[in-house]
């Protein structure tokens, strides 16, 4: 009988909201000013449109929606159904009939079905930005939700570097604005092919790529292993070694890269690709912006999807204090509308990671402070004629703009101030009988305790003043 | 292969999202202005969270999620879940593992179910927003979908009319903000008991109730056939069509109707109710709201939910082009959280239909003109240097708090136009030699069709002034 909601997922009270609201506006006003377009697409879709992209462990993880006209189906039909009944007990969903729905399970794919479907009608290249839940059906852990949220920005389209170079200043802005510290890390697939063909194994960029991925989980004695377990030659490991210790600025870095993989033209083309990305950048980043993000060429940086093809992009916040993975990241992908069909568009997009952000906020304390409470008033109701008093001074706080709410029942004094202060609502108007006979108001300040006796048109503008410092 | 969406699902368009976001952000500040607070709900609830709640048909609607871990359970389970399965097949959900979870039917039921689990620790009464989709597996048809927004506002542990008035408000102010011309219908479920009583059929309530709702579409004569088939004798009839034709002002309506309801101790209490209410209304009402909103008492009012208790109410759109039903509606529900066994906590709220509200808004044009663009200048792209003038000159933009971007590849001319004027930017920006010569840039008002050759300072003034006009 107790009500409960299901694992890993959460409902979100009033303060949360509020501060989530803080993240998703903050980067929507950044996207729109970059010129980026909102995308919204269904909760669900056919689950043919997600099965096979996301690996064999990912097609375990999508949410199945049940097929609600299942007794419909005629008694040949049903026959059918119990095979695909027993197909779900033994773990595979390959047909659809039982489960034609599914819960988006990223925002990715339904970007590249959105474009597919309406490729003819978009002005290419085409910017979104998206900003919605998505579920799996992980096992949930500290921090590990079945109901999450991305944001996503991403230009199909287009295979000029200045997108890629737009994006880092997205990155770069929303993190100044958000006063989080990071660190913008950039390598290019290219680069990590070109490591591949100069450490001699041209055909183990992928067991190169998933080593390399864990340098800053095991350093790289333990990766040194993992490549030789991989089948990677001691030279070769030795010559990644020499890759991996490239230290200093990032044109310094870039510099040492140009001899050591002269002999790959991949190679050769990934140092390109982040030289130009990174002069791009220096041209478009905003020179009045607080603090500077951190662009950082990282040879090591993989990333772990296969789908990428050009520039990978990962944020860390540097906070000493924080200790968490990568709060964002993306990358360019060369073919991602071609599962659908549609060949020969280019896409490059940047991934937030919404709860993670909130939770390096909350740690840092970077929320502000106002968005806890957004009613600035409280007036308490002593009843009978003072109520009325009190709806008329109500009204005239709306009417000012003032975010403010009455206390509905006359109820005892200590339960109103009581609530007020749970509520954590700033004044306390109190409208008794002196106050109404001389038609003025006593405000009491909850935060410096303060309590004064107004006329009710200086209570307001002091109000109003206090509303506009939000 | 050719990708498509589920029935009865929608993707929603930049140019949609924006539409929606200003409808959302409109009630949004209107709900905080009235000391209402965000709240959201997961989109999936325990299955038998909503089970029972929605009558029998609405428990086929709900879209069951099945467990991911089917294929865990033992041999022993296996036959529980064959026999559950039957079950499915045969239209009875009433067993929950096989599809443990389902997702949101509505936001009332969820909500009922946060405040039952945190009702020790909200500071009461508690007064929630909450704008999110929920989704039914109706047949889609013209205007309903398969998922759709829901947007409420409630107040939970008061029960002062104070709170139905401050809904009113809401409305009013909501749809005066809208520019939608509406009449707020009001009325009592206790003026609907007192009607059954003074008919003579104390018990037939609901028959009435049911009855009357048609009066709209099948007119007196039809719901007078309807009443007597449902066992209403003539004379009870004769005394509802009394009823039926109070005619004029609220107050004469009222005073009208206490003549009639003399003997009915219930129907005196709803006229007290709609009575002190309108009161409050008048008294919190924003004095300087654009365009009344007609607040209408209105005794054929009837709302379906059998779980209202007290003041009843519904919008309609009132502008002689738009035939639509309600556009809102809500009333006062007593006994809402004893579902989950929190007895004695009253509710009264009020829901906003999104998608008939931008209907309306959309059938008489009146969405803000400058929401479909938001980008506000675009910067063409000619290649080398005049590349690097023009990134420069769209950095400065972007400082300036200009939406801007730059078409990124050094495409042909009228390839880039034509994307400028599909996409509906307002502004085109030419840097080419001449005027990175001179330091300055052509500007393109593609409104007006005007071109003009402004120093760089200049244009980004121009489009300052223009953004801020927004």
Not at 107 to 117: D, E, G, K, N, S
Not at 241 to 249: A, H, R
Not at 395 to 413: L, M, Q, T
Not at 419 to 429: F, H
Request: proline residues 3%; negative net charge.
């Amino acid at each position: 009988m107790k009500p409960s909601i299901p694992q890993g997922t959460r409902d979100l009270s009033p303060e949360v909201v509020r501060k989530r609201q803080y993240i998703f506006g903050t980067l929507r006003s950044i996207f729109e000013l970059y010129g980026f377009q909102p995308l919204e697409t269904p909760a669900m879709e056919n689950l043919t449109t997600l099965t096979g992209k996301y690996g064999e462990e990912g097609d375990r993880l999508i949410f199945k929606i049940l097929n609600n006209g299942l007794h419909e189906k005629s008694e040949a039909d049903k026959n059918k159904l119990n095979a695909e009944w027993n197909n779900v007990l033994s773990r595979s969903y390959s047909s659809p009939v039982v489960t034609e729905r599914a819960l988006r399970y990223d925002l990715t794919i339904p970007f590249a079905r959105y474009v597919v479907m309406h490729h003819h009608e978009l002005a290419l290249p085409f910017r979104r930005y998206q900003m919605q839940p998505v579920w799996r059906a992980d096992r949930p852990q500290k921090g590990r939700y079945r109901e999450f949220w991305q944001c996503d920005a991403d230009v199909v389209g287009s295979t000029s570097l200045i997108n890629e170079a737009e994006l880092l200043c997205i990155y770069g802005q929303a993190f100044s604005r958000l006063a989080i510290p990071v660190a913008i890390k950039v390598n290019s697939r290219k680069l990590l092919q070109g490591l591949s063909e100069i450490c001699g194994h041209p055909d183990k960029m992928t067991d190169i790529t998933v080593a390399l991925d864990k340098l800053d989980k095991i350093g790289w004695s333990g990766v040194a292993n993992e490549l030789q377990a991989r089948g990677i030659d001691a030279d070769g490991v030795a010559r990644l070694e020499q890759v991996i210790q490239v230290f200093g600025t990032n044109s310094e870095k870039l510099q040492a890269l140009v001899q050591i993989m002269a002999t790959s033209e991949a190679g050769m083309q990934g140092i390109t690709e982040i030289t130009d990305t990174l002069s791009y950048y220096a041209q478009l980043a905003d020179h009045n912006m607080a603090g500077d993000a951190q662009i950082v060429v990282d040879v090591s940086l993989a990333r772990g999807l296969n789908y990428y093809t050009g520039i990978i992009v990962e944020v860390v916040c540097t906070h000493p204090d924080v200790k968490m993975g990568s709060i964002g990241g993306g990358g360019r992908y060369d073919d991602l509308t071609g599962l659908f069909g549609l060949k020969g568009l280019s896409g490059v997009g940047v991934s937030f990671g919404i709860d993670r952000i909130y939770d390096v906020l909350e740690e840092l304390a970077l929320f502000p402070q106002q968005l806890s409470a957004a009613t600035k008033a409280i007036i308490l109701n002593f009843g009978g004629e003072n109520e009325r008093y009190a709806l008329d001074i109500l009204r005239r706080c709306r009417e000012a703009g003032i975010a403010a709410e009455i206390y509905p029942d006359a109820a005892k004094f200590d339960k109103q101030m009581k609530y007020a202060n749970k509520r954590g609502i700033q004044y306390v108007l109190l409208p008794g009988d002196d106050e109404r006979a001389a038609g003025r108001i006593s405000v009491k300040n909850f935060t410096t305790g303060e309590q004064t006796l107004l006329d009710v048109a200086d209570a307001i503008s002091l109000l109003q003043q206090a509303s506009a410092t939000l």
